[in-house]
Each structure stands twice: as C-alpha cells, then as structure tokens.
DNA sequence: CTTGAACCTATAGTCGCTAGAGGGATTATA
DNA sequence: TATAATCCCTCTAGCGACTATAGGTTCAAG
C-alpha cells in the first residue's frame, strides 16, 4: 500500500495525471487512508505503466481504455488492438514525413546569413509561400 | 474591399480562426460594413498567408508575433528570426527521432499474428516496456 | 505534541482553435 | 419591392490532456 507520491515517483506519472486518469476512468478509485487519502496496491503500477506507454506511444484516452479492456480478456480476438496500432503506425508515418518537409525548408532558412531583416530568408520565405521548395 | 468569407476562401484560413486571430492580435480589426461586417483590403491576405504559413512550420502565436513584428522593420538585425527557425529545427528534428522510435516499435508490434489477446504483442508490449527494443 | 511535508477537492488555465446559439446584414431571385 | 437564402455578428462553451492554484486536511518524523 503505498501513496499516490510514491506511486507518481515510481511510474514516473504525475501526481495531477494519477488524478485525472482516474478521474477519466483509465484507473479504479483506489482505498483510502482513514484520512481520505488515495492508498494504492501494487497491482495499479503495471496498469499505469501500460497507460504511460500508450501515452508515449500516441494513443489517446480513449483508444487506452478499449486496450485495458481488451488486455483484461485474454480470450477475445486481438483485431481491435491491431487496428488500433496499424492506425496509429500511420499517423505516426504521415507525421514523420510531414515533419520531415518542414525540417528542410527550415534548415535551408534558417542557413540565410543577412544581417538585416530586408534580405532575411526566414522573413521572407514566410511571407511568400511561393517560396517554399515543398508543398505543405 | 471583401467579406470575411471571401478573405477565408482565398487564404484557406477558416473564418472562426481569422476572428480568432483578430482577438490575438496578429492581424489588424479590419474597417467594418454599415452593417458592422468586416471588410478587409488585400493587404491583410499577404499577412494571413504569412501567419498560416509560419503556424504550418510549427511557430507559436507567439513567435509569429514576433515574426511580424520583425518583418515589419526591414532595419532590424534578423539574429531574433534566426534564432526562432533554429530553434523550431531542433524541435523538428527532435520529434522526428522520437517518431522514428515509435514508428519502429509499433511496426514491431503491429507484426503480431496471433489471434487471442492472450498472446498479442500489442497488448504484451504496452503492458511490459521492458519488451520495448528502443529508450523513451 | 509539534511541525513540515504530503495530501485532499474544486476550479480555472493552457494552446489553438472549433462549434453552437441566437440574432442581424447582405444579396439574389421572383 | 418582397422575400428567401446565405452570409455575417457576438458571446460562450467545448476539445484533449493535462497543469496550476487556492485553501484546507492528514500524515510521519522528531
């Protein structure tokens, strides 16, 4: 039984985070202390650490409860979480690819070496799509 | 001189977010119709497309205030613009490593090929980060 | 028994919009 | 000129995933 700083200090979540997932119903409303405060088991750091990792890895609340719920029937088809993941794998590789435009227009405007803001590349590439060597 | 609308479809900035970015500050309260209704002249467009350009390479409100504020003293040493590109590079360049990590994980995991929860690599995966190949 | 750290709830703020309600203005057509 | 369709107005609230603050209570060490 441990408190919620302790908790927070081993998982790495923060103590407001605790708070709210379980406010969002991602953990169960632990037993309390005869003073009201949270005591938490052991057993809530591996659901936490699941949660962390899927908050790393970019799944939202939502898609974390349908995994929980899933991770608790080990008998059930696992398409759902293969969905899930093959989703997010996309995002992820759309957002790469988006980012990587923007790494090199940015890297070829922030090289300009003006000293006045009248011949910036920054400035002006902002100002002028037109500009721009990649479409976005 | 054009309505709100018009100045939306031709900016591609949609028309609740260039009321929004009135109320911000980064473009001016146009002049308004005997009927209170904005009516803006093209110059506002130049500064729109700046702003959505500068907010798609990931600027803040802030920096593009900035930014404007920048361009509008072509005198000015550009060191400030400079310093904001090199500073949105790194962010780029940082999320795209992590997105990297991610993107290789979830390939990983999203290979998965069993049929019950029971032994699928997503949920083991996100309930065990030891199982994790990469640090994040 | 005292003190200071940790905890509690409730509410508001963050960012950059977006949606909705409840109205008024403009424009195209009849 | 009347009317209908579309556009526009302000104001307020909501989104997601937290984070911060205020004002109070409880816990654990000395």
Redesign the pocket.
Same mark, same amino acid.
């Given at each position: 039984m441990f #408190? $919620?700083?302790?908790l927070s200090k081993r998982t790495g979540v923060?103590?407001?985070?605790i708070?709210?997932y379980e406010q969002m119903g991602l953990i169960a409303a632990p037993e309390r202390?005869?003073?009201?405060?949270?005591r938490y088991s052991k057993d809530v750091m591996q659901r936490l650490s699941f949660i962390r990792h899927s908050?790393e890895l970019g799944f #939202? $609340?939502?898609d974390i409860k349908g995994l929980l719920e899933l991770s608790q029937h080990p008998e059930k088809p696992c398409h759902d979480a293969h969905n899930l993941a093959a989703q997010r794998l996309e995002d992820v590789q759309a957002r790469i690819a988006k980012l990587q435009r923007l790494e090199h227009e940015l890297k070829r405007i922030s090289e300009c070496d003006a000293n006045t803001v009248a011949h910036c590349a920054v400035i002006e590439t902002l100002a002028d799509h037109s500009l721009c060597e990649t479409v976005h």
């Open positions: #408190s $919620i700083g302790e923060k103590i407001p985070t708070r709210y202390s005869e003073g009201n405060q949270r908050r #939202s $609340i939502e």
